[in-house]
């Protein structure tokens, strides 16, 4: 794990921890410090190193799901409809992603997941089948993920894959964390259409790993706040758009 990982997983580290687990000087520390500093990413107070921003920081699967839960909403609703039965779709930690199933009435369909959220959401649902990737369970995310997750979806094949991103910056899609990017891949890689969905608090934010271009998804949903302007410049760009419609009064 990276010096950056580590502090921005956690919060914030003590130099002298760093260094053990880099198991490298702590001059060399000091200057790769010093560079996530200039980069804007990190910052050393008093020996203990912090993560600068919020965007950096993935918080739990628990309360993510419920942040700007009305805007997930729009853009699930937009998804679901995409859906027909029969379906197999693979669903990573992306807690849109949980309010596309949530509104999804079709059935049969077939899940594959590593979020145990999911499965938990799932677990009952009569008509859903549902296939659990092994793997790691990360607490924080409330999924599996590691090296036995991702052979696990490179042998399987699915007809969606629906994701969200933590930041999107220039079309590139962005995660804090190295494992998820893993995952995110595959699932695209392992899916005949994979589908990216976005709120609009999500754009123009950077994290530390990117994962895909918008314009490797087949169709990126956003929420009707999303700026009409920025919405037609990404169609400019050659990402496929569709802007979820507003509430109705």
Known sequence: ????????????????????????????????????????????????VTAVATGLNEIAAGIRVNQNAELKQQVARVVAERIRPGSSIMVDDSTTALWVLRLLEVVPITVVTNSMLVARELERRSGVRLFVTGGEYQAWAEALLGQTTTDVIAGIRADYCLMSASGISDLQCFHPYEDCVQVKRAMMASAAESILLLDHSKLDRRALHTFASMTDFDQVVVDALTPESLVTDLRERGVSVVCAPAPSA
Request: charged fraction near 25%; hydrophobic fraction near 45%.
């Open 1 to 48: 794990m990276t010096i950056a990982e580590r502090v921005v997983k956690n919060g914030s580290a003590a130099v002298e921890e760093l260094v053990e687990l880099t198991g490298v000087s702590a001059m060399t520390v000091y200057r790769d410090i010093e560079a996530l500093e200039e980069a804007g990413v990190l910052l050393r107070h008093r020996g203990q």
